[in-house]
T-cell receptor, first 112, second 114 residues
Framework: DQQVKQNSPSLSVQEGRISILNCDYTNSMFDYFLWYKKYPAEGPTFLISISSIKDKNEDGRFTVFLNKSAKHLSLHIVPSQPGDSAVYFCAASTGNTGKLIFGQGTTLQVKP | NAGVMQNPRHLVRRRGQEARLRCSPMKGHSHVYWYRQLPEEGLKFMVYLQKENIIDESGMPKERFSAEFPKEGPSILRIQQVVRGDSAAYFC????????????FGPGTRLTVT
């Protein structure tokens, strides 16, 4: 039972353009959502998060949007840079223990 | 402030041996989570610990796997009698507050069972 889904395994974007990564979830009890970035042979690095009481959170080039009615969130990166090329994971948690449920990941390639 | 430390980074074990993976959380963090990433998959939650307590072990296989976070020292994930299917990357994360908030991940231990 995949509670968090990233349906696009990969995404390729030109440098300077916007990257949009998508994530869907099924559990309405999730109340906190996070995005992580991961390079090969390294641990995930936290990027940005959003609480279920909000519908948008922005941090520099990164913006996360949450649509609770659609159970959908997205990460926007603008402008995209070659250094953004990595695997991006969305994750969700409930307030009980904070354990994270991860999507399968989307590999972003930003071309110079 | 040092990040989450994991060792060893790479571990090779033969089938039937024991694997011990260690995790030192960030300074000031008392909440530790273990996740496993199998090849071509996302990270899967295994266990959540606070000092001397297992809070949630719903993701741990029922046999051969155990975890602890003693009062002193690192958290340990122990896998007894390893099998080839245990080959994976094991990540530890720590958090200052547990129930909500960002978790900070270590570099992982890559376990290979031959």
């Amino acid at each position: 039972d995949q509670q968090v889904k990233q349906n696009s395994p990969s995404l390729s974007v030109q440098e300077g353009r916007i990257s949009i990564l998508n994530c869907d979830y099924t559990n309405s009890m999730f109340d906190y959502f996070l995005w992580y970035k991961k390079y090969p042979a390294e641990g995930p690095t936290f990027l940005i998060s959003i609480s279920s009481i909000k519908d948008k959170n922005e941090d520099g080039r990164f913006t996360v949007f949450l649509n609770k009615s659609a159970k959908h969130l997205s990460l926007h990166i603008v402008p995209s840079q070659p250094g953004d090329s990595a695997v991006y994971f969305c994750a969700a948690s409930t307030g009980n223990t904070g354990k994270l449920i991860f999507g399968q990941g989307t590999t972003l390639q930003v071309k110079p | 402030n040092a990040g989450v430390m994991q060792n060893p980074r790479h571990l090779v074990r033969r089938r039937g041996q024991e694997a011990r993976l260690r995790c030192s959380p960030m300074k000031g963090h008392s909440h530790v989570y273990w996740y496993r990433q199998l090849p071509e998959e996302g990270l899967k939650f295994m266990v959540y610990l606070q000092k001397e307590n297992i809070i949630d072990e719903s993701g741990m296989p029922k046999e051969r796997f155990s975890a602890e976070f003693p009062k002193e020292g690192p958290s340990i994930l122990r896998i007894q009698q390893v099998v080839r299917g245990d080959s994976a990357a094991y990540f530890c994360a720590s958090s200052p507050q547990g129930s909500r908030g960002e978790q900070y991940f270590g570099p992982g231990t890559r376990l290979t069972v031959t």
